[in-house]
C-alpha cells in the first residue's frame, strides 16, 4: 500500500514562501511521475500545478511558473514544492500525488493535503 504524507501548509502573508514536503513510503524511483495538485476554496477539482518525472523533467502550470520550484531527493523518498511570492489567490489545499505509469498526469495515489493560506 503506497502512503503519500504531504506537511508545509500554512497561513503566510502575499509575497511570503512556503516549501511543502511529500513523504512516500518506499522509494518514489518506482513512479514514473508525481507532482502536486491543488483545490481552490469551494471548488470541486483539483488542479495540477507542478509534476516532475523519474527523469527530473519538471512541468508547471503557467499561473505558478518562476514563483514554484517542484524538486525530489531520492534518498529521503520525498518531493518538495519551494513556493515564493504567494498570492492570495495560491490559497487552497495542496494535494501530492504519484502515477507508476503516467509522467505528466500522476494520479494513482494521492495523500491527505495540507492547506496553504496567503492572506494579510
Known amino acids: 500500500q503506497v502512503q503519500l504524507v504531504e506537511s508545509g501548509g500554512s497561513s503566510v502573508q502575499p509575497g511570503g514562501s512556503l516549501r511543502l514536503s511529500c513523504v512516500a513510503s518506499?522509494?518514489?524511483?518506482?513512479?514514473?511521475?508525481m507532482g502536486w495538485y491543488r483545490q481552490f476554496p469551494a471548488g470541486k477539482d483539483r488542479k495540477l500545478v507542478a509534476?516532475?518525472?523519474?527523469?527530473?523533467?519538471?512541468e508547471y502550470e503557467k499561473s505558478v511558473k518562476g514563483r514554484f520550484t517542484i524538486s525530489r531527493d531520492n534518498a529521503k523518498n520525498t518531493i518538495y514544492l519551494q513556493m515564493d511570492d504567494l498570492q492570495p489567490e495560491d490559497t487552497a489545499v495542496y494535494y501530492c500525488?504519484?502515477?507508476?505509469?503516467?509522467?505528466?498526469?500522476?494520479?494513482?495515489?494521492w495523500g491527505q493535503g495540507t492547506r496553504v493560506t496567503v492572506s494579510s
Open positions: 500525488a504519484a502515477d507508476r505509469d503516467d509522467e505528466l498526469l500522476p494520479d494513482d495515489y
Open positions: 518506499g522509494s518514489i524511483v518506482r513512479f514514473a511521475g
Open positions: 509534476v516532475i518525472t523519474r527523469g527530473g523533467r519538471t
